[in-house]
C-alpha cells in the first residue's frame, strides 16, 4: 500500500471534516482544499441540516509523536494505545499532546483522555499465571511493530523490537511471550489480586486518564470486573 505522511494526512482529514461539519451546521460554503483531500461541493442531497445535539465529539488514537501533537491540535479527545507504560505516558505523549493543544490555543483541561491498560488478575495462582501468559503474549504483539519501537527505547529495551518481529514472521507467539519478563510486563501492566487493580490503577493513571478501559485478553470468573468498575468510581 502507498504510505505517505500518515500524521499530516490525518490531521487534514479531521479539518475536512470539520469543514463539511460546518457547511452542514452553519450553513458555510464548503471550500476545502488540502494537500490529500479537496472537498469543494455539498449539494442539498448529501446536507442533512444542522445538527440538533451538537457535532459529535472527534478522538484521535496515536503512539508516535506527531500523530499525538495532531490529536492535541484537532481533536477533542485522545486515546492512549494499550501499548504504553506510565512513563511514556508522562515523558512523550503527554508533552506532544500539549505541543498540539498550543497551537490550537488550547489546555489539556480541554480534551479528554482515554484509552486501555493491561491488566493482569485472577482470583486464585492459577488464574493470575494464566492471565499473566495472555498479557505477555499481547505486549509481545504489540512489541514486534517497527513503529512502536519508541516505547520500548525509552526504557532501554529497543533491542527487544526486531527479535520478537522475527519470530512473528515465524509464528512462534508463545515463544514471544516468553520474551516479556516482569519487569516488563510490570511496566505495561498492572498486576494485582482483583482487590488491588483499583488502587494500582488511580496511583498510575488517576491524575491523568478520564476514562479507563481493562485491556484483559482472557477469561475471568463472572462478576470479575464489577468490584473493580465500583471502586473506581469509588463506590467501593
Known amino acids: 500500500m502507498p504510505w505517505s505522511h500518515p500524521a499530516a494526512r490525518m490531521r487534514e ?3 475536512a471534516v470539520r469543514a463539511i461539519w460546518a457547511s452542514w451546521n452553519e450553513g458555510e460554503k464548503l471550500d476545502f482544499r488540502g494537500d490529500f483531500y479537496q472537498h469543494t461541493l455539498m449539494t442539498p442531497f448529501f446536507d442533512p441540516g444542522p445538527n440538533p445535539h451538537g457535532n459529535p465529539k472527534l478522538f484521535l488514537a496515536g503512539v508516535g509523536q506527531r500523530m499525538t501533537e495532531v490529536a492535541g491540535e484537532t481533536c477533542d479527545g485522545f486515546l492512549t494505545h494499550g501499548f504504553t507504560t506510565e512513563r511514556y505516558l508522562r515523558e512523550v505523549t503527554l508533552p506532544a499532546l500539549q505541543r498540539g493543544l498550543d497551537r490550537s490555543g488550547r489546555t489539556l483541561a480541554d480534551v479528554e483522555i482515554s484509552g486501555p491498560a493491561f491488566v493482569v488478575t485472577g482470583a486464585d495462582e492459577a488464574e493470575m499465571e494464566r492471565s499473566r501468559a495472555a498479557v505477555c503474549q499481547q505486549i509481545a504483539f504489540y512489541g514486534s511493530t517497527p513503529a512502536y519501537r519508541s516505547v520500548l527505547e525509552l526504557h532501554g529495551w529497543g533491542d527487544l523490537q526486531p527479535e520478537l518481529n522475527t519470530l512473528s514472521k515465524q509464528g512462534k507467539w508463545v515463544e514471544m ?3 516479556i ?3 516488563i510486563l510490570d511496566a505495561f501492566a498492572v ?11 488511580r496511583a498510575r493513571y488517576g491524575d491523568v486518564i478520564d476514562r479507563l478501559t481493562f485491556y484483559a485478553p482472557y477469561e475471568t470468573r463472572p462478576g470479575t ?9 469509588g463506590d467501593g
Do not use: M, N, S
Request: hydrophobic share 60%; glycine share 6%.
Open 13 to 15: 482529514f479531521v479539518l
Open 177 to 179: 511471550g516468553q520474551l
Open 181 to 183: 519478563d516482569d519487569e
Open 191 to 201: 498486576v494485582a489480586e482483583p482487590d488491588g487493580v483499583a488502587p494500582a490503577f
Open 225 to 233: 470486573w464489577l468490584p473493580v468498575i465500583a471502586a473506581l468510581k
